[in-house]
Structure formats: structure tokens, C-alpha cells
């Protein structure tokens, strides 16, 4: 792979819910994307990635499990709602935490690694031809969702990615020129 082709793939990629959700992802290929994350800098290689991989029914379950959380915590009738239903829009739904660490500086940099994770795993989805959209998690949510997916209590979930086949292209987005200071 040149430059060239790296920094075409990083600008093509987008995020997209224009998924097909009945079409499946196979396993072989959910698995590829999840390794890649693996492959993010980690400084003092702690590992601290946590990944479950949501299929099926278990999508709905996910979505009543955190709406029940939203619910509790008093939010607007209308999300919680909606949150029911809405992890049933792709075929695949990947739940993305970070460890905790010895300190507060190595949780800082769990998350750090993760979220450079996360930033491989969209673009190897993309490199198969797939659409992802990571997604926060609802504010309150995260021991609900770290209990549903056997993560640690302590786990800190960094975010919600839909992965599936694109019904069509996500249109592009004009990105502004990074603000860029120098110092000789």
C-alpha cells in the first residue's frame, strides 16, 4: 500500500447509517475488523480493549437495556423510545470499552488507545466494503451495558458501532483545513 492509497482510503471513509439491516456480516469478517483494533498504539501494553459483538435478538436486548438505564435516569420519553428499536438497524452492533487502569493517567491513556482502536476498526469495515457508525453511549448507560456484555463494572464503554452492508454511498462532507500551528 502507498501513501497514496492510505490517505484515499482515510478520506473516502464516512460514517453511514444507510445500512442494510437483514443483510448479515459474516463472522470471518466481524472478527477482522474487531483484531484490527488490537493494532492501535498502546502505551505500557495494557490491552485495555474490551469488544462484544452484538448479533440477533441480543440487538434488541441491547436496546432495551439501555433505554430501561435512560429511563431510570429520567430521560425524554421520546429517546427512550426510540433507543429500544434502534440497534435492530445494522446487523451488527459492536460495544467498545476501555479498561481501567492502575491510575487515573493509564485510564486517560486506555481510552486514548481505544479510541485509535476504534479509528481501525471503521476503516478496515470500510476497506471490506462495509458502512460503520460509531455512536455514543447514552449518558448513564455504561454499568447497564458493561453488565450486559460480562465487561468489568470498571470498564469504561467508549462507544456503540454499527457495522453492515451500505444501501448506498454517504454523501461527502467538506472537512475544513486542520488549524495548524508551528513553532521553530
Known sequence: MTPDDL???????????????????????????????????????????????????????????????MAMHGDDDAKVTKTRGKFMRSPVVLVVASAQGATDNESEENKYAVAAGIQNMLLMAHSCGLAALWGSPAKGANDAITRLCTMDTTDHVMGLIYVGYPTQDAPQVDRPTPRITRLH
Open 7 to 69: 490517505e484515499a482510503l482515510i478520506a473516502a471513509r464516512r460514517s453511514s447509517m444507510l445500512i442494510d439491516a437483514a443483510k448479515e456480516v459474516d463472522a470471518h469478517t466481524v472478527e477482522r475488523i474487531v483484531v484490527s483494533a488490537q493494532w492501535a498504539p498502546n502505551h505500557r501494553r495494557t490491552w485495555p480493549l474490551r469488544v462484544a459483538i452484538i448479533t440477533g435478538d441480543s440487538r434488541s436486548t441491547l436496546g432495551n437495556t439501555i433505554a430501561d438505564a
